[in-house]
């Protein structure tokens, strides 16, 4: 668990004390803003609190997010003591700096962890400058030439720790990275990307293989599915992870990887941008420039089309993705269906299945142990599996797996640990290898499974005919025609959300949520389709906003007319 991150300069530590010893300030303020810090302090150890201050979202990695409040409170209340110091202020500041200083004594010896001697001796000399500089600014008549000194050691004060802090930083590995490693390495990608957007204007999506970071789509301007967000769609995340996409911490963040060819039919992913040749079935290369290769999906379905309900509702106790995918494409045939290997080898492992678990042990700790299978696939075929290591924890990173003698490197990982693609392939015998890294795990789940090509195209082909043809788009809205001979639910491939509104024909309709995404009960025919997005709480935001700006601004010239009176009266 990460500890707050809060922050002040030396100044600041210094002054905030002043605040609740000056006789000018009236106590009742003193009461409010010592209860209100407390408070704070509280809300960073208690964790009810705490979810309140995340808006009852639970935040991965660093907790305490509001921690910067208590440095705003303390730079307010320093502030406070500054605008009021004077004279009379002169012994507190002596008590306060004196006490300070004895803490920074004690505190490298108590908590060698905390503050470093040489740290504290740094800190102790600003301790001294500064209460030097306040008593100037009381009895030397240089005011501005006091002030100028005394921003001069606050910005040097500032400037230490932020080159001390980005020197902490750049010691740890994850943090320690050059600026060229912020950019894809990859030559021809930038290319690729851009003339993409400029030459395809219509709605569609785009999984890039080449991957820096969950949030690339955001950096490079292309939709695609992955995202990093702490504050995420959790719903929408776990829908997709019954599906077989990776979603991990706590649904915070949601992976692609290389996809899955019926779901990514489904939602509309058109393009598929790599620096290696694909082998999946329907997607055909049109672009290659430099290491980047452009594939485009021969079966991808627009942004809208007619479904039934049912077929986004899944068990919550079958944990079994393929079974999934085959409800939410719909239609009579069982287009996933799990494969048996014809042949099966143990390499260096000692072997014992309880249930559907799998128990494995190196029969030598010191040389590669593995499991090699062979699968005889009939048809035309992609092959699935979905592999789940590890005892009572996930095993990331204790297995890899081996394609035909390729290497499709290490699976499952942190960002790649549900439905993993291992090529499309056609009447072949195909020879798959687990190999495993640790000397003793579990295979949880062991799923191997095929998807039937041509039966999964028919279903597509059936699907297009009820698309919804996509007129006009832009960011917060999308109009369209769809045309269909029964009544059903028209299923749109954007995620649910409060601040969509809906028109068929002119005419408001209420929006079903489908699995975290959006659908439109519809009536046989031919209707026109409208989607509007604004953000719930906008508008009432909004009116809140511009009344405080009316009322502050009238409190401004109420309080510039009191005075321009009293200086009537004066006169």
Not at 329 to 349: D, H, M, R
Not at 534 to 551: A, D, Q, R, Y
Request: proline share 3%; aromatic share 14%; charged share 20%.
């Amino acid at each position: 668990m990460f500890k707050p991150n809060v922050y002040t300069e030396i100044l600041t530590l210094l002054l905030f004390p002043l605040f609740f010893l000056n006789k000018k300030i009236q106590l009742k303020e003193k009461f409010l803003y010592f209860f209100f810090m407390l408070f704070l302090i509280i809300s960073l150890q208690v964790h009810g609190l705490n979810m309140i201050w995340h808006v009852f979202q639970e935040p991965s990695g660093f907790q305490q997010r509001f921690a910067f409040l208590v440095s705003f409170l303390l730079v307010f209340l320093a502030c406070r003591a500054l605008n009021t110091f004077d004279e009379g202020q002169l012994s507190n500041l002596i008590k306060v700096a004196i006490t300070e200083i004895i803490i920074l004594v004690l505190l490298p010896e108590l908590v060698p962890d905390l503050l470093s001697l040489k740290a504290a001796l740094f800190n102790i000399i600003l301790i001294v400058i500064f209460t030097t500089i306040l008593y100037a600014k009381v009895f030397v008549g240089y005011r501005k030439v006091v002030n100028i000194i005394l921003i001069f050691f606050v910005l040097f004060d500032l400037s230490m720790n932020t080159y001390n802090h980005i020197k902490t930083l750049n010691s740890y590995t994850e943090y320690n990275y050059s600026r060229n490693q912020y950019n894809v390495q990859v030559t021809g990608y930038d290319d690729v990307i851009n003339s993409l957007v400029k030459e395809d204007k219509g709605f569609y999506r785009v999984n890039s293989l080449i991957k820096l970071t969950l949030n690339d789509g955001l950096r490079f301007n292309y939709k695609g599915m992955d995202i990093f967000n702490t504050l995420a769609n959790g719903e929408l995340h776990d829908f997709m992870n019954k599906l077989g996409y990776s979603t991990t911490l706590g649904a915070r963040s949601l992976a692609q990887s290389n996809g899955i060819l019926t779901s990514d039919a489904l939602l509309g992913f058109k393009y598929v941008v790599t620096s290696e040749p694909i082998n999946i079935h329907g997607f055909k290369l049109i672009k290659s420039t430099g290491e980047t290769k452009l594939y485009e999906n021969q079966n991808y379905l627009p942004i809208g089309f007619m479904m039934e309900k049912s077929q986004v509702e899944f068990s919550n106790y079958d944990d079994n993705p393929f079974e999934n995918q085959n409800k939410f494409l719909g239609g009579e045939a069982s287009y996933f269906t799990e494969i048996k290997p014809v042949q099966v080898k143990y390499n260096n492992l000692v072997v014992t299945e309880n249930g559907t678990v799998i128990h494995v042990k190196k029969g030598n700790p010191d040389q590669e142990a593995s499991i090699e299978m062979i699968f005889n696939i009939q048809g035309d075929k992609q092959l699935y599996t979905l592999l789940n290591a590890g005892k009572g924890y996930p095993g990331y990173g204790e297995t890899s797996i081996y394609v035909n003698g390729k290497s499709l490197g290490i699976y499952p990982t942190f960002h790649n640990d549900r439905v993993l693609d291992l090529g499309g392939f056609s009447n072949e015998e195909v020879a798959i290898k687990i190999e495993f890294s640790v000397a003793e795990t579990n295979l949880v789940q062991h799923y191997f499974y095929t998807l039937d090509i041509p039966s999964f195209e028919k279903r597509i082909s059936e699907l297009k005919e009820t698309a919804f043809n996509l007129k006009k788009y832009n960011d917060i809205s999308l109009a369209g025609k769809i045309k269909t001979d029964k009544m059903g639910t028209l299923f749109f491939s954007i995620p649910y959300d409060e601040g969509w509104s809906a028109k068929i024909d002119g005419k408001e309709t209420k929006i079903t949520k489908l699995g975290g995404f959006i659908g439109l009960d519809n009536d046989k025919g031919e209707h026109n389709v409208t989607l509007s997005y604004l953000p719930k709480g906008f508008l009432i935001g909004c009116i809140i906003s511009l009344t405080s700006l009316v009322i502050s601004i009238l409190l401004i010239v109420f309080r510039k007319n009191q005075v321009i009176i009293r200086k009537g009266y004066d006169l």
